[in-house]
């Protein structure tokens, strides 16, 4: 049985990269993790100009840069 009769694609790629994730030194790990890292910002334009840009997801700060 293959994974197309259980799983869609985004839910296997998903299972794979977290098992690939696992199985990495946990100092290749963290930097992995941080590939996964998501922002979004969120900007509305009204002739031409656009307004503040806000975040809607905000970047993580780390806390020992």
Avoid: C
Avoid at 5 to 13: R, S
């Amino acid at each position: 049985m293959s994974w197309r009769g259980t799983l869609t694609f985004n839910k296997y790629i998903s299972i794979a990269a977290r098992a690939t994730r696992s199985a990495l030194k946990e100092e290749q790990r963290a930097i992995a993790d941080k590939r996964g890292t998501v922002t979004l910002k969120w900007q509305t334009w009204k002739e031409g100009k656009g307004t503040v840009a806000e975040w809607v997801v905000p970047p993580v700060e780390e806390a020992h840069k």
